[in-house]
């Protein structure tokens, strides 16, 4: 039995309708900036006029917005949280589906270990992210070049997909855990939404108010902010193995919750 393929074959109209999915929403939101710009109208002095609050809430500040890949930077914040609810998604799913559709005697009657089975999940799970990422990264270039008028800006984009790829791994990552350790598995992709969620709440509480600044070492969305990373360059090395230690913990976590308790059939 190779479960990566046949994870692989069963998710794969998922992949399809969220990479197209995100693929619009990357042409929609540059469509918008490529129409102030016909019209003649300055993206960066329409948003001065909203009040400083609703800037930061919807991620609008520390970008030069009258740049194409200053205004794709706002718009990266939108697109990781579609990246990490897909991860999370994933994550849970591929996990929590056998006794969700009851076909856990399917993988009893198979001469395979659960850690064997439980890999095979999780490389067809990574594998899905790498072409989410990959479609994403594509489509950025491209629609991001085509209403491009200003200096080059690839080393932005690829860099903010990597930090897309690390933010995609740790929800991914997350959720498996979740429904590793769930014992209902209905409730395992609502629960991991609802962290990704609480995370994404946390980062705009952060945001909003500077005394809390120590809070972003628990939301992973500051992790990989676009206007740090297109100011810095680079991503920031704490973060990045706060990243490696946190996605160690819930895999471990996973294996060892689903490697020891009954299933349901």
Do not use: C
Request: glycine share 8%; aromatic share 14%.
């Amino acid at each position: 039995m190779n479960v990566f393929l046949r994870e692989m074959k069963a998710h794969r109209w998922g992949l399809i309708f969220w990479s197209l999915g995100m693929v619009m929403m990357i042409y929609s939101g540059m469509a918008k900036y490529g129409a102030y710009e016909a019209a003649g109208e300055s993206v960066t002095a329409i948003l001065d006029q909203m009040p400083d609050t609703v800037r930061v809430v919807f991620g609008m500040t520390g970008f030069d917005l009258s740049t194409a890949a200053g205004f794709y930077g706002m718009l990266f914040l939108y697109l990781a949280v579609m990246g990490a609810v897909h991860a999370a998604l994933l994550g849970a799913h591929l996990i929590a589906k056998e006794e969700r559709d009851h076909t856990s005697e399917f993988l009893y009657a198979k001469p395979a270990s659960r850690s064997r089975v439980l890999t095979g999940k999780l490389l067809a799970g990574l594998a899905n992210l790498i072409i989410f990422n990959l479609v994403t990264t594509a489509s950025s270039l491209y629609f991001v070049d085509f209403f491009n008028k200003d200096a080059p800006f690839g080393d932005d984009i690829v860099l903010l997909m990597i930090g897309l790829f690390f933010l995609q791994v740790i929800f991914f990552a997350i959720g498996a855990a979740v429904a590793g350790t769930s014992h209902k598995p209905k409730s395992a992709a609502s629960r991991a939404t609802s962290i990704m969620f609480g995370m994404f709440l946390l980062y705009y509480v952060v945001n909003l108010n500077q005394d809390l600044e120590f809070l972003k070492y628990f939301t992973p969305f500051k992790y990989f902010e676009a206007s740090a990373l297109m100011t810095d360059g680079a991503l920031d090395p704490v973060f990045v193995v706060l990243s490696v230690v946190i996605v160690a913990l819930a895999i471990t976590g996973a294996y060892r919750s689903y490697s020891s308790r009954d299933l349901a059939i």
